[in-house]
Structures are given as structure tokens and as C-alpha cells.
């Protein structure tokens, strides 16, 4: 089983939407997690973090996190061209991040 | 505004071939970290460091190897290139166990 899983997509949403990203981890040892933004040809940039469970909003962008089913989402609302990208989910336990394969996400205008 | 730069944003290498790729922060950051990225398979961690001439295992360090001499500069080696190292290098740095994780650029390693 892998440390960290996505849904692969690719997820297509129509501008305006909401678009939902979800993520699942195996180390209920897991203390942080963090959504990674990477365009292509690019490399990745923070957009969200949480460490408590519940919810965390931050303008378009929640984070949710749910550590006894140990899942992690985020959405994305009102999406706009410019969110199409890979989305990456990563969570750390000591030292190390581990990441997701990434969802990749277009918004079609 | 953090800065991780790597010594080149594309590389192309014979097999065989010893290969250095760079990394230097200009943070002051503890921990330095170096993955590859491969389609479908993510990001994959092949080394960290927390400390000056300290370092970890990652998920696949088999035929790589590091060194940090300088807290600034963090080494990626490949002792003897391989067409199946082929992929993209992203070194990043971080300060503490659960702060933002900066990325540089990225090489783009070729072996032919």
C-alpha cells in the first residue's frame, strides 16, 4: 500500500465550479498535511496546509481533514482557468514529506 | 523570499558517467532533501539531510549518494549513471519538522 494515494484523475470542471480533490494516507503517525500546487514544467508550491481536524479555509481554497479515517480533501471553489494544474498531497511524519501522485486538474473556460 | 536554486535546469549524460547535481538555499534552512519525480509515480524521496555531513535514506536511495559539507549546499551523485535514473531531480529545503518544504527548479536528467 502506498504512504499516500489520490484519485488519479484527470478531473475535468467547468469554470466557476467547485472542484474536489481527495487524498488518503497509511501512518496514522501522520502529524501534518499539505497541498502542493505544480504547474507543468514547474515545480511544486505550497497553497495549503492543516494539522487539526475540521476544516481550514484559505479564499477559494478548504482543507479538510479527517485524521480517524485518515483522509484529507480540497476544494477549490469558484475554479478558474488558472487552477488547472497537478494538485499534490503530502504528509509528514518526522522529517520526511510524503507525497501523493498528484491529481491533475483542468478548468475549462 | 526563499531561494533553492540546482546547478542546472537540463542535463544530458552518458551511462556510466559520474554525475553531480547541486542544490544551495539561501535560508539558513536545517533540512535539505533531494526526489525525483517520474510520471505516475510522483514525487519519490532519495535522500534528506537535517544537519551539516548528516544524512538519511530516503524511499530509494539505491544508486545515489550525497554530501553535505556546508549547511547551504546539499550534492546529489550518481556514482555511474544509468538510463533508468532518467527523470526530473527536485532538491527542496525546509526549516523544522513541519514548516513550508521550498523547491528549486528541477534538472531534467537525461542518460543515454
Known amino acids: 500500500q502506498k504512504e499516500v494515494e489520490q484519485n488519479s484523475g484527470p478531473l475535468s470542471v467547468p469554470e466557476g465550479a467547485i472542484a474536489s480533490l481527495n487524498c488518503t494516507y497509511s501512518?496514522?503517525?501522520?502529524?501534518?498535511f499539505f497541498w502542493y500546487r505544480q504547474y507543468s514544467g514547474k515545480s511544486p508550491e505550497l497553497i495549503m496546509f492543516?494539522?487539526?481536524?475540521g476544516d481550514k479555509e484559505d479564499g477559494r481554497f478548504t482543507a479538510q481533514l479527517n485524521k480517524a479515517s485518515q483522509y484529507v480533501s480540497l476544494l477549490i471553489r469558484d475554479s478558474q482557468p488558472s487552477d488547472s494544474a497537478t494538485y499534490l498531497c503530502?504528509?509528514?511524519?518526522?522529517?520526511?514529506?510524503?507525497f501523493g501522485a498528484g491529481t491533475t486538474v483542468t478548468v475549462r473556460a | 523570499d526563499v531561494k533553492v536554486t540546482q546547478s542546472s535546469r537540463y542535463l544530458v549524460k552518458r551511462t556510466g558517467e559520474k554525475v553531480f547535481l547541486e542544490c544551495v538555499q539561501d535560508m539558513d534552512h536545517e533540512n535539505m532533501f533531494w526526489y525525483r519525480q517520474d510520471p505516475g509515480l510522483g514525487l519519490r524521496l532519495i535522500y534528506f539531510?537535517?544537519?551539516?555531513?548528516?544524512?538519511e535514506k530516503g524511499d530509494i536511495p539505491e544508486g545515489y549518494s550525497v554530501s553535505r559539507e556546508k549547511k547551504e549546499r546539499f550534492s546529489l551523485i550518481l556514482e555511474s549513471a544509468s538510463t533508468n535514473q532518467t527523470s526530473m531531480y527536485l532538491c527542496a529545503s525546509r526549516n523544522g519538522a513541519a514548516n513550508e518544504q521550498f523547491f528549486g527548479p528541477g534538472t531534467r536528467l537525461t542518460v543515454l
Open positions: 503530502a504528509v509528514i511524519r518526522d522529517y520526511k514529506l510524503s
Open positions: 539531510s537535517y544537519d551539516v555531513k548528516m544524512k
Open positions: 501512518d496514522r503517525g501522520s502529524q501534518s
Open positions: 492543516i494539522y487539526s481536524n
